[in-house]
């Protein structure tokens, strides 16, 4: 079990490890000496701890420093990990024994493997520890990054919203999905919808295709964190990421049919492949039980605990799922993360369960858009909980029937935003509580929708905003770039959520009071 400290115990643990390699010398030339070559990351922070991440340009071990002031002033050396060829040079480690609610720094170097005084520069990240009393917290969440082709454009100032969500200085960011879009080519030049050029002024030989190989696979990772704004996002906010299909290949399940574009056309194969790359360019506190797992618990504080979940890696074959009974062929999360997901909302004491979903519940997403056919996402279509939609009943079914409070659920994928307030008695299957889902994105693609709404469990539209259906696929230069931001009232316990454009216009709120009891 990891011993809490205290801000003044964590200091003098810090002064007595000693700082060591504050004192190392460095080569007077740059180039000789290894760097941090994609910043620095944190995530999965919870109340004593968190992990840290970051990637050299060359076989080196990383060496991480931790203080509770930007001085550093009694900073506490940690042990140095490898970053070696086989994980791309990338390295992650988990910090603990940190003190509750406390801003933490932390310092990262490399050095060369064989000569332990050739050291790089220092990058710098912070991060808060998740709170043991009830302060305020907020976070910010959304998706959808570097999609349709649009890519890191100086001339628009780089993915923007990442700039724009810092200044707001949350907590941590819950990634949605689409992290990277591994299906999708950066080109030089993306012509757009009204004939302009959308120029894309950073590019890699690795994005001219569809990615499939492993390196390709880290490639399109490392192409966003090529961005500043992205870079300075990450070391000043911890990341809770969970993946959606982009990741892979579009719309993928075990029953893709790959396009022309791959040679390689093993689905099982490439999203091994890209979940290798995921976590190793990810700082996602990695499961002992299942190696590679995505869904867990997030608990930040009294206030507030996060079920990440996985719509992805268990679900059954994209087709009609209009099965009447469950089965294999129904699955979307799947009996092993349902029962988890079960288990951990019965556990949870937080005032605020949010369950992030990568895909939404009600908006209608079809595999085959063009020709209007299968199912992509939960909705199946009006009518009584069938296929897909099975599961998410049963879930909904137990948070009534086990009297579990202030359930919330978050999502992206659908590149628009929006705010669904959930009604049993305007739908078909009514055995539930009201509750909220909020949909925010994309970060940086485009933009489409709206989609059309399944009836099945009553949402009623709140606030949208999308481009309509005479303006899809617009560039992130046309503003309508989205993502939401939750704050909770550590007094009150309210919660305020908020959906935001790239511009930091607030175009929608609302304030939710937590039920007692």
């Known amino acids: 079990m990891a011993i809490k400290l205290s801000r003044r115990r964590f200091l003098s643990t810090a002064a007595a490890t000693g700082a060591g390699v504050l004192t190392m010398p460095y080569l007077s030339r740059a180039a000789d000496r290894p760097m941090v070559s994609h910043g620095v990351q944190s995530g999965d922070i919870g109340v004593d701890g968190g992990m840290i991440w970051s990637r050299a340009d060359r076989p080196a071990q990383m060496m991480v420093e931790v203080a509770t002031t930007d001085s550093f002033k009694n900073a506490r ?150 961005d500043d704004n992205v870079r300075a996002f990450n070391a000043a906010v911890p990341v809770f990421g969970q993946w959606d299909d982009h990741e892979v290949t579009n719309n993928w399940s075990l029953s893709k049919q790959l396009p022309a574009s791959y040679k390689e056309r093993d689905i099982t194969l490439l999203a091994a492949r890209a979940a290798r790359a995921y976590h190793e360019m990810y700082p996602i506190r990695e499961s002992i039980v299942e190696p590679g797992r995505v869904y867990r618990t997030l608990n930040y504080g009294p206030h507030l605990d996060v079920f990440m979940l996985d719509e992805r890696s268990y679900r059954g074959p994209n087709g009609p799922n209009l099965q009447e009974s469950y089965g294999p062929d129904a699955y979307f999360i799947g009996p092993d993360q ?39 996402a939960i909705a199946q279509g009006d009518g009584p909980a069938r296929g897909r939609e099975l599961e998410i009943a049963d879930i909904l079914r137990f948070i009534k029937t086990a009297g579990i409070r202030n359930t919330v659920w978050l999502t992206a994928d659908v590149h628009y935003t929006a705010a669904h307030y959930y009604n049993p008695d305007k739908a078909q299957f009514q055995d539930f509580e009201p509750f909220w889902e909020f949909v925010s994105g994309p970060f940086h693609a485009g933009t ?44 009150t316990g309210q919660m305020t959520v908020t959906l935001r454009d790239r511009d930091d216009v607030a175009l929608w709120a609302t304030t939710l009071d937590p039920k007692i009891g």
Do not use: C
């Open 77 to 226: 050396a940690l042990p140095p990990i490898n970053a070696l060829p086989e994980s791309d040079f990338t390295a992650k480690m988990l910090i603990e024994n940190l003190p509750a609610g406390q801003d933490i720094f932390y310092r990262v170097k490399v050095r060369d493997l064989s000569h332990f005084d050739i050291v790089g520069e220092p990058v710098v990240g912070r991060f808060r520890t998740a709170p043991a009393d009830r302060r305020d917290v907020s976070f910010v969440w959304g998706g959808d990054v570097a999609g349709q082709g649009y890519g890191i454009n100086a001339d628009d100032g780089g993915m923007k919203t990442f700039a724009t969500m810092r200044k707001h200085s949350p907590d941590f960011l819950i990634h949605s999905g689409d992290t990277i879009y591994a299906d999708g080519v950066i080109a030089a030049e993306t012509k757009l919808p009204d004939g302009k050029v959308w120029k894309n002024t950073t590019i890699i030989p690795e994005k001219a295709k569809v990615a499939e190989t492993l390196d390709e696979y880290r490639a399109a990772h490392k192409y966003n964190l090529l």
């Open 338 to 376: 349902m029962a988890w997901l079960k288990r951990a909302l019965l556990a949870s004491k937080a005032t605020w369960k949010v369950i992030a979903s990568d895909m939404p519940i009600s908006i209608v997403v079809e595999d085959d858009a063009v020709n209007h056919k299968g199912s992509e």
């Open 448 to 491: 489409f929708g709206p989609n059309p709404l399944d009836n099945t469990f009553g949402p009623e539209v709140k606030f949208i905003k999308a481009p309509g259906p005479d303006k899809q696929n617009l560039p992130p230069s046309a503003g309508m770039q989205f993502f939401g931001h939750v704050k909770i009232d550590g007094q």
